[in-house]
Antibody, heavy 119, light 113 residues
């Protein structure tokens, strides 16, 4: 069964860093692009960024709101995708979902992990 | 960034009646080389992650009931729920994946009248 499990969320002060992990199982992780999507409490979905599979260069793209602060990486040997978040702001407070992409869409979603940025 | 605008923000429909949600993009999502519209629809029920319903504007994801259908091309798209069921109460989002910076619409909340 396909599973995506996010971890690493929690309370962090503004300006600090946090790294989220997305542990995948039930499929050949290295064959797929992976994305991160976030949702502030009671708000709408916001695409954060994604990382292509190694077949497509393993390159990344990011939303303007996080570009330069967030970095997505992957470890195909461990079936884990990461979201490194630096210089966090209060407006980064959200549930962060990882997704397995198929045909550029978010075909499968994890349950999400909550990140709260507050002093 | 491509801006996605959904309408209405919310709607209430009787059980068994049709629900229609519109999505307009600030630029065309039709890729000429393959004639595909890079538009997806997602459903998010309370307390759950979103679920992919439709991609390529009109292709239903496996397992999605056939009362859900997508249509449109270019900049104007529609999600139709043919006969609303109680389990369809949710927020529905469109998303473009034409550009490398993907963007979602603001969501449409569907309720039972």
């Amino acid at each position: 069964e396909l599973q995506l499990v996010e971890s690493g969320g929690g309370l962090v002060q503004p300006g600090r860093s946090l790294r989220l992990s997305c542990t995948a199982s039930g499929f050949t992780f290295g064959d797929y692009a992976m994305s991160w999507v976030r949702q502030a409490p009671g708000k709408v979905l916001e695409w954060v960024g994604f990382i292509r599979s190694k077949e497509y260069g393993g390159t990344t793209d990011y939303a303007a709101s996080v570009r330069g602060r967030f970095t997505i990486s992957r470890d195909d040997s461990k079936s884990i995708a990461y979201l490194q978040m630096n210089s966090l702001k209060t407006e980064d407070t959200a549930v962060y979902y990882c997704t397995r992409d198929r045909s550029l869409t978010h075909a499968n979603w994890g349950q999400g992990t909550l990140v709260t940025v507050s002093s | 960034d491509i801006v996605m605008t959904q309408s209405p923000d919310s709607l209430a429909v009787f059980l068994g009646e049709r629900a229609t949600i519109n999505c307009k993009s600030s630029q065309s999502l039709l890729f000429s080389s393959n004639s595909k519209n890079y538009l997806a629809w997602y459903q998010q029920k309370p307390g759950q992650p979103p679920k992919l319903l439709i991609y390529w504007a009109s292709t239903r994801e496996s397992g999605v009931p056939d009362r859900f259908s997508g249509s449109g091309s270019g900049t104007d798209f529609t999600l139709t729920i043919g006969s609303l069921q109680a389990e369809d109460v949710a927020v529905y989002y469109c998303q473009q994946y034409y550009s490398n910076s993907r963007t979602f619409g603001q969501g449409t909340k569907v309720e039972i009248k």
